[in-house]
């Protein structure tokens, strides 16, 4: 099996920046779209931001200007640069990859779909 792995999330002040990476647990071939995502207790998780492997890139309302995600196609690895953080911005951030390719050890070559992280904690207060 194949896990999103994330990192980077933490306390920071209002107006901080924080960087948030996400990774593969294991070496990979492919990744399609990868995306964040992000949840407050007691509501739905919502997109923050996408990135196809063109590097077209989508972003929700509340983080236009703000946040900007990028990935590397070499590493498979997805990054979401937030700046300007606001304590609104606190919550668990999720990668999310719609196709994963990966290989085996003996050589059998395998997809999945719909990989989630296990989420990195962001709070943002003074």
């Known amino acids: 099996q194949v896990r999103l792995v994330e990192s980077g999330g933490g306390l920071v002040r209002p107006g901080d920046s924080l960087t948030l990476s996400c990774g593969a647990s294991?070496?990979?071939?492919?990744?399609?779209?990868m995306a964040w995502y992000r949840q407050v207790p007691g509501t739905e998780r919502e997109l923050v931001a996408s990135?196809?492997?063109?590097?077209?890139?989508k972003y929700a309302e509340f983080v236009q200007g703000r946040f900007t995600v990028s990935r590397d196609n070499a590493k498979n690895t997805a990054n979401l640069l937030m700046t300007s953080l606001k304590p609104e911005d606190t919550a668990v951030y999720y990668c999310?990859?719609?196709?994963?390719?990966?290989?085996?050890?003996?050589?059998?070559?395998?997809?999945?779909?719909?990989?989630w992280g296990q989420g990195t904690q962001v709070n943002v207060s003074s």
């Open positions: 999310n990859a719609d196709r994963v390719v990966y290989a085996l050890d003996d050589g059998r070559v395998i997809t999945v779909v719909n990989r």
């Open positions: 990135i196809t492997n063109d590097g077209l890139t």
């Open positions: 294991r070496d990979i071939l492919k990744v399609d779209t």
